[in-house]
Each structure stands twice: as structure tokens, then as C-alpha cells.
């Protein structure tokens, strides 16, 4: 197994590097230009959002994709899906691994004619921005599935719940949003923005930033991973390094854990000091899952460095799943790490492999798994913890704080609860 590494003290960039392209992107209109802006996208040909078209506006509004500044024309959306990257005007290239576009069908794309700009409309109804001018072009749906999957293969859940249904052609244009954006769920003060980030890395006077995604609750695994990277960078120099914990909030399949009960999980993780509140910021990452492996995770790293993090935490299989029709990985388990380490465009970005961690079933905790002990750790997935939560069995003592556990225990007791209720009115009607 790799164990963590660290580049040399020589190659260590400062704290809020600089966003990719030199300056972060941010789309919302000012306030004294909304009514103006509002009055022109009611004379304009009207495209509707889904709810993950509605992600990416958030996504691309805040400048987590900077220096993308709308949905992708037809360039740039060849160049990332071929490459990977953009070219800025400069000739240098920034990442951007997934291709962020907009689909619409036959008819509307009838319906804008020869119109140079769009509005924006919410799955509620609301004109919510507009795109500016637009581009149409074929949205060949296999090249773009095969590029960014390695496969077409059936059961893919993005390409399901979103690619599959959509029309023929995309649209790209220059993005404005009239207000940000907001989900109303209880949970927009996680939501912070890469400039809101970026102000409270200053505010806590960090001088390194070290960012993990995850889609999962976190189990003292992680925790051993983080607070061990905070050790490090502790003894290569730095004096307060800053957690960026960065769960995703957009789309994700079905058997995933909700968003809010992920972050009601975190909380307790915080409140029983598993990690530390002052040297922890927990916030939200609005981009959708993709489960597209080593070109989803160049994806993931590129938009932390918008919000100022130097470090990325990489681990096993980032950003995988297993394949949809085959018992076995979609992807290699390393090869998510080996491509950030090459990945055109990141090359600012501190990407730090970790060791895998395990339960130790001689010292009743989690920890570094070692090779010359292995009949003595468990490994525990996320597959096999949403067993145990779903069956109400506990984990090994030491694997997830108690008051987190009893968030997820309490979750699938409800789904239980909820199926029982269904099942009993199904019987009601069909007798």
C-alpha cells in the first residue's frame, strides 16, 4: 500500500492559491441590475432546468468551475472531453475533466430559433437566469457516456437519471444568474460559496488548506486520515492547517445516504471532537456525482483549488463504484491517485495519497492497516456499515463516534418504518 507522501518543502505553495484562470468567477447579477435583467428574460425563448441542470447553475454561478463562466460551447466541450482541459487565451491550460453542459430537445431548440439568448427556468417555474450569447450543437450522447465512463454499459446512475432522458443538443452561452442559489432544506448555511471559503481560510489565519471529498458518513477511518495529515503538515512547518471536510451535495444514486443525514453525522463528529471544530470547516459541495473514477476525481481536486485549498486528500478508489452489470470495480482502485499526480492543469494542487485504514481487531480501533497483520484487520465498506445500520447490528467498538452511529441507525429505522407503512397499504387496497 502507499503510504502518505508530501512533496518537498521547495514545491509547497502558499494557502488560497490562485483560483484557475487567475480570477474566481461569479455570476450572480448585481442587486441593482436584477429588475433589468429580469425584465429582458421575459421576452426571451424560455429552456427548462431539472434539478441537476439547476446543480450546475449553482456549480458554475459560484465559480467552482472557474474560469468557465456558462455551459459549455461546442470548444470547450470537445476540449474536455477529449483532453480533459481548457486552453486559456494565454495558452496555458487549466483541468477540467467533465464536460458541464446544458441538453434541451427538438422543440425548444425550435422554439429559440435564431435567438442569441436564453432564459433560465426553475423545475418550479421561475426564470432564474439566463444563458447569453448561445451556442446549439449535437449532443452525441454514446461519445460523451463512453469518454467519460470507459463504458456505456446500462446502469450507469448519472447517465440513468440524467444523460439518457435528455434531448439531441446542448446549449452553451454566458451564464448569468439573477439571486443565488437556494435549496430551502435547512442546510444553506453549509453552503458556502469558493469567495465565503476563501474569506473564512483568512479569518481562521490558516496557512494551509487541506480539502476531503466524501459522499459518505465518516467513520474514524477518515478521522485518522485527516487528523494524520494535519500531523504532518504540522511538522513540515506550517503552524495552522485548516480541514476543509467537503461532503458532495448534488445528485447521488439511490442507495447513497441523504445529504441531511450526512451532514446531521458530521455534526456529531465535530460536537464529540473526533475532529477538531477550530481547525475543521465543514461545508457543501453542490456538484452532482458522477461515479466516473479518475476523470471524476480531476473534477473534484480542480474545484477545491478555486475555493483555495493547496492540498487534496486522495485515497482508494475515489469517486468509483462497482460495474453496473459485472461483480468487480468499474475502475482501477489506484489509478484515481496516479492520474492526479499527472493530470494536466493541476500541477498547483498538493495531492497527498493516504495509507488505507482499517478496523485493528487486536487494538479495538481503527487504523493504518499493516500487510505483516492482515488476518488482524477488518475491513468494513460502505456496503457492509449500511448493513450493519439497516439491521440495527452494531459496528466493532471504535469504528464511527456513537452519537454518529445512532444518526444513521435512526435513518434506516425510518426507511424500515416507512416501507412496513407502504407495505400495509398496498394489502389495504388490494383487498
Not at 452561452?173 to 458556502?192: C, M, P, S, T, W
Not at 461545508?283 to 476523470?295: L, Q, R
Request: with cysteine; proline share 6%.
Amino acid at each position: 500500500m502507499q503510504s502518505l507522501s508530501f512533496p518537498s518543502l521547495t514545491t509547497v505553495k502558499s494557502s488560497l492559491i490562485d483560483p484557475d484562470g487567475g480570477e474566481l468567477v461569479e455570476l450572480v447579477v448585481p442587486k441593482s441590475e436584477i429588475e433589468l435583467k429580469k425584465k429582458e428574460a421575459d421576452s426571451m425563448p424560455m429552456v427548462k432546468l431539472t434539478k441537476i441542470d439547476m446543480e450546475w447553475v449553482h456549480v458554475i454561478s459560484e465559480g467552482w468551475a472557474s474560469p468557465l463562466k456558462g455551459f459549455m460551447r461546442e470548444d470547450e466541450y470537445l476540449q474536455s472531453l477529449h483532453f480533459n482541459s481548457l486552453r486559456l487565451k494565454d495558452g496555458s491550460f487549466v483541468n477540467m475533466s467533465l464536460p458541464i453542459v446544458l441538453a434541451i430537445d427538438d422543440q425548444t431548440k425550435e422554439q429559440i430559433g435564431v435567438s442569441k439568448n436564453v432564459a433560465l427556468v426553475s423545475p418550479q417555474g421561475d426564470i432564474i437566469g439566463s444563458l447569453r450569447s448561445v451556442e446549439i450543437y449535437k449532443h452525441n450522447k454514446e461519445e460523451r457516456i463512453a469518454r467519460t465512463w470507459g463504458t456505456t454499459s446500462p446502469g450507469l446512475p448519472y447517465v440513468e437519471e440524467h444523460i439518457t432522458p435528455s434531448g439531441n443538443w446542448l446549449i452553451g452561452g454566458d451564464l448569468e444568474v439573477f439571486q443565488a442559489i437556494k435549496y430551502n432544506d435547512g442546510l444553506d448555511h453549509y453552503r458556502l460559496s469558493p469567495k465565503q471559503l476563501r474569506k473564512e481560510f483568512d479569518n481562521r489565519k490558516a496557512d494551509a488548506v487541506f480539502a476531503f471529498q466524501l459522499r459518505n458518513p465518516v467513520h474514524n477511518g477518515h478521522a485518522l486520515l485527516m487528523n494524520d495529515t494535519r500531523k504532518r503538515l504540522l511538522e513540515m512547518g506550517y503552524k495552522n492547517p485548516v480541514l476543509l471536510l467537503h461532503p458532495l451535495g448534488g445528485f447521488t444514486k439511490a442507495d447513497d445516504v441523504p445529504l441531511d443525514v450526512r451532514m446531521e453525522q458530521h455534526s456529531k463528529v465535530l460536537e464529540d471532537g473526533v475532529l477538531d471544530p477550530e481547525t475543521t470547516i465543514v461545508s457543501i459541495f453542490p456538484s452532482p456525482m458522477h461515479y466516473a473514477g479518475p476523470t471524476e476525481v480531476q473534477w473534484h481536486a480542480k474545484a477545491r483549488i478555486n475555493a483555495g485549498a493547496n492540498f487534496y486528500i486522495v485515497g482508494r478508489d475515489p469517486a468509483g463504484m462497482g460495474h453496473p452489470t459485472e461483480k468487480r470495480d468499474l475502475y482501477d482502485p489506484d489509478h484515481g491517485k496516479k492520474v492526479l499526480s499527472m493530470a494536466p492543469g493541476l500541477e498547483k494542487l498538493n495531492i497527498l495519497p493516504f495509507r488505507v485504514a482499517a478496523y485493528d481487531t487486536v487494538e479495538k480501533k481503527m487504523a493504518f492497516f499493516d500487510p505483516t497483520r492482515a488476518k488482524e484487520f477488518l475491513f468494513i465498506s460502505g456496503t457492509k456499515m449500511r448493513t450493519y445500520a439497516r439491521t440495527g447490528e452494531s459496528p466493532p467498538d471504535g469504528f464511527m463516534c456513537p452519537s454518529g452511529w445512532n444518526v444513521l441507525v435512526k435513518y434506516y429505522e425510518s426507511l424500515q418504518e416507512s416501507d412496513d407503512s407502504s407495505k400495509q397499504q398496498q394489502t389495504v387496497v388490494s383487498a
